[in-house]
């Protein structure tokens, strides 16, 4: 098994840990957490600090948190994010049955659906696939992309927050290497431009609480037609 090696910000783990990320950024974090056992742990640590803060303030002892009940069921339900080849061809809907590497983590169940195959991919551009998730307007965005392997993406940064998951495939950046199970937890001092790796489609969840900016002309021309 292929144990991620791009972690959370601390920042952004104490955020999730009060409740003051929105409801994107808040999926992708849990989504990663479902991947990421180091994560996972320092989670933990971050509900016992802050359990042990409200106790001091509060006589009557606390229930198990529902952070601590998800934390336990992930443990409990480990999943192989070994890389795994990805279809390349046309046909955005296959048919047959499903298997273990046909399923969305059930983080994004509500939001995809549980399986790849039924996904409703919309090209964006030739060897970019995109599909939107079922959130409320105003919430932000949240989508899965599906970029073609040696694919390079528009040099880019960001007006807020991203959080950007990987699922299948790797890409690298200026940051490096980012393979399943890893996190880039960006803000709007990074810029970058991803480039898919070889042999394989990359499939990320993104999340993003404000759109992204493109320095070149052409891709700020394209950008409302992409919705990004």
Same mark, same amino acid.
């Given at each position: 098994?292929t144990?991620?090696?791009?972690?959370?910000?601390?920042?952004t783990?104490?955020?999730?840990?009060?409740?003051a990320?929105?409801?994107?950024?808040?999926?992708a974090?849990?989504?990663? =957490?479902?991947?990421?056992? @180091?994560c *996972?742990? $320092?989670? +933990?640590?971050?509900?016992?600090? &802050?359990?042990?803060?409200?106790?001091q303030?509060e006589?009557?002892?606390?229930s198990?948190?529902?952070?601590?009940?998800?934390?336990?069921r992930?443990?409990?339900?480990?999943?192989?994010?070994?890389?795994?080849?990805?279809?390349?061809?046309?046909?955005?809907?296959?048919?047959?049955?499903?298997?273990p590497v046909?399923?969305?983590?059930?983080?994004?169940?509500p939001?995809?659906?549980?399986?790849?195959?039924?996904?409703?991919?919309? =090209?964006?551009?030739?060897? @970019?696939h *995109?599909? $939107?998730? +079922?959130?409320?307007?105003?919430? &932000?965005?949240?989508?899965?992309?599906?970029i073609?392997?040696?694919?390079?993406m528009?040099?880019h940064?960001?007006a807020?927050?991203?959080?950007t998951?990987?699922?299948?495939?790797?890409?690298?950046?200026?940051?490096?290497r980012?393979?399943?199970?890893?996190?880039a937890?960006?803000?709007?001092?990074?810029?970058?431009q991803?480039?898919t790796?070889p042999?394989?489609a990359?499939?990320c969840?993104?999340?993003?609480?404000?759109?992204?900016?493109?320095?070149?002309?052409?891709a700020r021309?394209?950008?409302?037609?992409f919705?990004?």
């Amino acid at each position: 098994m292929t144990q991620p090696q791009h972690h959370l910000d601390d920042a952004t783990l104490a955020s999730y840990a009060s409740g003051a990320l929105g409801l994107p950024l808040g999926v992708a974090v849990a989504t990663h =957490m479902r991947l990421c056992a @180091v994560c *996972r742990e $320092r989670m +933990r640590q971050a509900d016992a600090i &802050g359990g042990e803060l409200m106790r001091q303030q509060e006589p009557a002892p606390l229930s198990l948190s529902a952070r601590e009940a998800m934390l336990s069921r992930l443990d409990s339900e480990p999943v192989d994010v070994t890389e795994q080849p990805v279809a390349q061809g046309s046909e955005e809907r296959p048919s047959g049955p499903r298997t273990p590497v046909d399923q969305l983590p059930p983080e994004l169940h509500p939001y995809f659906g549980d399986s790849y195959r039924a996904l409703r991919w919309r =090209m964006l551009v030739p060897g @970019v696939h *995109r599909v $939107r998730s +079922r959130i409320p307007a105003g919430k &932000g965005d949240l989508f899965l992309l599906r970029i073609a392997s040696g694919k390079k993406m528009p040099v880019h940064s960001h007006a807020g927050s991203e959080l950007t998951v990987v699922l299948k495939g790797a890409y690298r950046d200026v940051l490096g290497r980012f393979g399943p199970g890893d996190v880039a937890d960006l803000d709007s001092e990074v810029e970058h431009q991803p480039v898919t790796e070889p042999g394989e489609a990359c499939i990320c969840l993104a999340a993003l609480d404000a759109p992204l900016r493109f320095p070149g002309r052409l891709a700020r021309m394209l950008q409302p037609l992409f919705g990004i």
